[in-house]
């Protein structure tokens, strides 16, 4: 099994289309006026955006992009208009982190995770051993 894409739900498309553009996804599809999907470069796994009377916003989806450099990322971003709501932060689990909002508060984390990301210290020794 492959992860292929994932779709968030938006209360405006055209808003979270400029959003993902400006941040550097290229559009691949437009479905006006209710659907949009990305990819991003250097990717194969697609962004869909779906129009909805009920975006779950901050407490629902989170998407993350990894960069070799959260620092130089956040910089570019911050200088192309992009306001974080996190700083980038070394985080307990390994990673570092910087996170923006989306026009529909989904959480935008930007990140380096490198060999944590599939293999942190904890991560289970045995694919078949659960908690």
Do not use: C
Not at 5 to 24: I, M, Q
Not at 27 to 45: E, G, K, L, S
Not at 72 to 97: C, H, K, M, N
Request: proline share 8%; net charge negative.
């Amino acid at each position: 099994m492959r992860l292929n894409h994932v779709t968030l739900p938006v209360s405006d498309l055209e808003a979270s289309v400029r959003f993902y553009t400006r941040l550097g996804l290229t559009q691949i599809v437009a479905n006006d006026p209710d659907y949009a999907r990305f990819v991003a470069p250097d990717a194969t796994n697609t962004l869909s955006l779906q129009l909805s009377d009920h975006p779950a916003g901050a407490e629902g989806a989170s998407i993350h992009f990894e960069v070799d450099d959260v620092d130089l990322s956040v910089a570019e971003l911050e200088r192309a208009g992009f306001d974080f709501i996190q700083a980038p932060t070394d985080q307990p689990y390994l990673w570092r982190e910087a996170v923006l909002l989306d026009p529909d508060a989904h959480r935008i984390f930007i990140y380096k995770a490198a060999e944590n990301r599939l293999d942190p210290p904890w991560r289970l020794k045995d694919p078949e051993q659960t908690r």
